[in-house]
């Protein structure tokens, strides 16, 4: 006999989008990184399986789902592409997943806006397809290697991503949101305010509420839809890679071509331990390697834009290499990044000014290097697995830098010493400055609001309670 | 446990989701699991489902009843490890995970589906899928005087023996034409096994595979033919694992006819006027990187129109009825061939060629309505030459 949760959901959506299978509702905890797999230690006493998992496909049927769980006060955890690395999808109380990856039709393409609107649900390589038909793209192009990430699990984590050096995150060419509030009711953000309005612009009718949503890992409400700018895809690319002798030239040569918007994305590993473990044949000198890339619509202009990278780097001594890395990490497109660092990778991602890159990176490498003993070997290189990388996910002057590290997941002692090292590594980059752009709860929220100022908490507090009295969705991430 | 000789490739599963319903023109796909994309829940995704076999890997997850549907789901066609970025192994092996798990359950003592147990007892009794009389196996070759002992064998399989005796028939006809004189094993070949090998009844596999082996040695052969895909796979890889060293080589038709249309061994002149496209077997695509050879065969037929699918070589979808799916849930396996055919028919297509009689049983289902009509390769190569079959 199924329960009596199970048979209203299947109700709403439909027996077979409902499941209370452990398996079903274990499957639906993981996600990327070294914390995607909940269920092992150090996550297993903080990860609590669902009672149920649903899938629906509609904004009403998310509506019904919320008022539901309200009713029963039961808690709902919302999940997109289940590709994230913040345990933002991971349940810590049980309750209902919903899974909004059927959620995923685009839904209107305006020429005359520029823009498009498609379900939260909705993964990058659907959006960047259907665009493509007809001759569009999005700016940015999805967070990287995750054709299989969701527009809306992109913007409740404020992701970085590919193309973003030039375009910025997705959260800056939001125009409109669609948004079920925790208690069930639909709101409709920027210029859709206006009922009879278009999906076309964000900062009108008042107050701009679409970025209480953006970045907020949804305790504020369900992102259903969205509406996002779109721009015409370029003909012509290229990629060059360039070897520094240093870190400090590499990011100055960085920063003169990409402030004149020469650089789509970026791909630097910023020492040469780094190096050895990603790209050992880079010539012995190199202490900083760059791959750039750029898209344009005039094949005059793309000859332009290389040329001036050449110059750039000459003037830092940079060495013009074989464009094979650049194509494989700068850009990105066949998943490379995801395949090769973010499985079982400990990473500490956060934006940082590309001029401020080196600061602190000596601290880093020494913490790394103290710590050698519990990482893993490479399977390519046989090196200790720890790294040091920037990429162009947020918009030019500032970079996506990541430290990373891997261990033995398998291995529970070892996942419990990188776990106190994954803290430490975060605290040293947050105490310096730098901003976490996605949050979750486990790794970040506690290391960033020990520097905030204790009204802001509070204020984030005031507007959950008034939202969500019962406190039933994604509770506790934000630390809310 | 089995699973537990993918430990290390599900450590590494990154969870990107690309296994999933990737569309991506980048790496030419358009939706990659088949039973996802009906099925839609995230267990009966590749992604969940090793994230289930990691879990009752390390003692998280029981056994039980319900996981045999969930592990006898999969189509075993291999999509998912095509497309998985993952820096070891070549890719996560969430078909292989499934067939451990399927053995695993079994051995726990679950009850595996009553399609399964109906396919043992055929095969354990007549040695054959069908469980028809085993002494039919041999009709469509009463006519053909093959001898039992020679260099080339021909390996027909069930289906080809019950349900396409034209296949067969075609095969040893046009190799006469390149001066290639087949031996036949008659009732001493058996069911390759390829069912068992995915049903979870490894000793049984493991039985027909050495059987089959010491039939084919004792023929004195020294290269098999198989025409069918399941076949070739079984006796090209899986037996290797099974018996070790084999000393004969195992060739597909696609592979021997475009050598001999290569040499000038045998010509096709009879012209065809047909939009032509073909549907790459998971056995023989995925599983044996075989691609180009039966697109050479058929791009030498005269005058016809050959045009690729969208889903095409390793991207493409199974037609359904991989790993015994067909057997076990025959609806989903329907609708996994509709969506096929409607790929051959969004192109076209007249006719759609494939190298695998399962294939052709479970496409032929949805096509006939769709006016598409379904070939194995030496029948349509049969009838480029003129050859009465």
Redesign the interface.
């Known amino acids: 006999m199924k329960s009596l949760l199970y048979r209203q959901l299947s109700e709403l959506v439909g027996p077979?989008?409902v499941?209370d299978?452990?398996?079903?509702c274990?499957?639906?905890t993981?996600?990327?990184?070294a914390t995607?797999?909940s269920?092992?230690p150090p996550f297993?006493g903080k990860m609590v399986v669902p009672e149920i998992?649903v899938?629906p496909t509609a904004t009403d049927q998310v509506s019904s789902i919320l008022r539901l769980a309200n009713r029963l006060r039961k808690p709902v955890v919302i999940r997109g592409?289940?590709?994230g690395t913040s345990m933002a999808s991971v349940p810590t109380q049980g309750g209902i997943v919903l899974?909004l990856?059927?959620m995923?039709q685009v839904l209107d393409i305006d020429e005359s806006s520029m823009a498009v609107r498609a379900q939260a649900g909705t993964?990058f390589?659907?959006v960047?397809?259907e665009l493509?038909k007809r001759g569009y793209r999005l700016g940015y192009l999805g967070p990287h290697?995750?054709?299989?990430?969701t527009l809306g699990g992109v913007l409740s984590m404020n992701s970085t991503g590919v193309a973003g050096s030039k375009y910025g995150q997705l959260s800056e060419d939001v125009l409109t949101l669609q948004v079920v509030l925790p208690t069930g009711e639909v709101i409709e953000t920027g210029s859709r305010v206006n009922s009879r309005a278009n999906f076309s612009f964000r900062y009108c009718n008042g107050v701009d509420i679409t970025g209480l949503y953006l970045g907020s890992c949804g305790v504020f409400g369900v992102i259903t839809e969205a509406g996002v700018r779109i721009y015409v895809k370029e003909k012509h690319i290229a990629h060059g890679t360039f070897g520094f002798k240093d870190l400090n030239r590499a990011c100055r040569a960085l920063h003169e071509i990409s402030r004149v918007g020469y650089v789509e994305d970026y791909y630097m590993l910023r020492d040469r331990h780094t190096i050895d473990l990603v790209e050992p044949n880079a010539p012995k000198e190199a202490q900083a390697l760059l791959g750039v890339f750029t898209e344009t619509h005039d094949s005059r202009e793309l000859e332009a834009q290389v040329h001036n990278w050449k110059e750039v780097t000459d003037n830092y001594d940079g060495v013009n290499l074989d464009p094979k890395f650049a194509k494989e990490w700068a850009s990105d497109?066949?998943?490379?990044i995801?395949?090769?660092t973010?499985?079982?990778l400990w990473l500490d991602c956060h934006i940082w000014p590309i001029l401020r890159i080196p600061e602190g990176q000596d601290d880093m490498v020494r913490l790394f290097k103290e710590n050698e003993s519990i990482m893993s070997e490479d399977?390519?290189t046989g090196l200790r697995s720890w790294g040091l990388v920037s990429a162009g996910g947020a918009k030019h002057p500032m970079s996506y830098s990541v430290s990373f590290f891997r261990v033995d997941?398998?291995n529970p002692s070892t996942m419990m010493k990188a776990y106190e090292l994954w803290h430490r590594m975060i605290e040293l980059t947050v105490n310096k400055g730098g901003c976490p752009y996605y949050f979750g709860r486990e790794g970040l929220a506690p290391h960033l609001w020990t520097k905030a100022a204790p009204s802001y908490y509070y204020y984030l507090k005031t507007i959950k309670q008034a939202t969500d009295p019962r406190n039933i969705l994604n509770p506790g991430q934000l630390m809310l | 446990m089995e699973i537990g000789k993918y430990r290390n490739q599900l450590y590494w599963c990154s969870k990107c989701a690309y296994c999933r319903d990737t569309i991506s023109d980048e790496l030419g796909y358009y939706k990659v699991c088949p039973i996802y994309e009906f099925k839609r829940m995230e267990h009966f995704s590749p992604r969940g489902r090793a994230t289930i076999a990691l879990a009752a890997l390390e003692g998280y997850l029981p056994l039980t009843q319900p996981l045999v549907d969930l592990a006898f789901s999969c189509l075993g066609c291999g999509i998912c490890k095509a497309i998985c970025p993952s820096a070891v192994d070549e890719g996560v092996d969430v078909a292989g995970i499934m067939r451990a798990m399927r053995q695993d359950l079994l051995n726990v003592g679950l009850k595996p589906p009553e399609a399964v147990i109906e396919l043992d007892k055929n095969i354990a009794q007549t040695h054959n899928v069908f469980g028809e009389d085993s002494a039919k196996r041999t009709s469509w070759s009463n006519d053909l005087e093959l001898p039992d002992k020679g260099d080339i064998l021909y390996f027909a399989g069930c289906y080809t023996s019950y349900r396409y005796p034209e296949t067969a028939r075609a095969t040893v006809k046009i190799l006469e034409q390149a001066g290639i004189h087949l031996s036949y094993l008659g009732d001493e070949e058996w069911c390759c096994g390829v069912p068992q090998l995915w049903d979870g009844n490894s000793s049984l596999a493991r039985d027909i595979a050495r059987r089959n082996f010491e039939a084919i040695k004792k023929s004195g052969a020294k290269t098999v033919v198989a025409t069918c895909a399941g076949c070739y796979h079984a006796l090209n890889s899986n037996y290797r694992e099974i018996v070790g060293e084999i000393p004969f080589e195992i060739v597909h038709v696609s592979t021997l006819l475009a050598d001999l249309i290569a040499k000038d061994k045998i010509r096709l002149r009879k012209p065809i006027e047909k939009v032509l496209t073909y549907h790459d077997p998971c056995h023989l695509g995925r599983h044996e990187k075989i691609y180009d050879a039966p697109r050479d065969v058929i791009k030498n037929i005269p005058q016809i129109d050959y045009r690729e699918m969208l889903r095409s070589k390793n991207s493409a979808w199974c037609c359904g009825g991989g790993a015994i799916e067909s057997a076990v849930f025959p609806n989903l396996t329907k609708e996994i061939s509709k969506a096929r055919i409607g790929e051959a028919k969004e192109i076209g297509a007249d006719a759609l060629i494939t190298s695998c009689p399962l294939c052709i049983t479970i496409l032929n289902r949805v096509a006939k309505p769709q006016k598409i009509q379904v070939y194995d390769l030496p029948v349509i190569v049969a009838e480029a030459m003129g050859l009465e079959i």
């Open positions: 077979e989008r499941s299978e452990e398996f079903a274990l499957a639906v993981v996600e990327s990184a995607g797999l269920f092992l297993s998992v899938k592409g289940g590709t899974d990856s059927d995923n993964p390589g659907t960047r397809h493509a290697g995750t054709w299989g990430a497109f066949k998943g490379v995801h395949a090769k973010q499985s079982q399977p390519n997941r398998s």
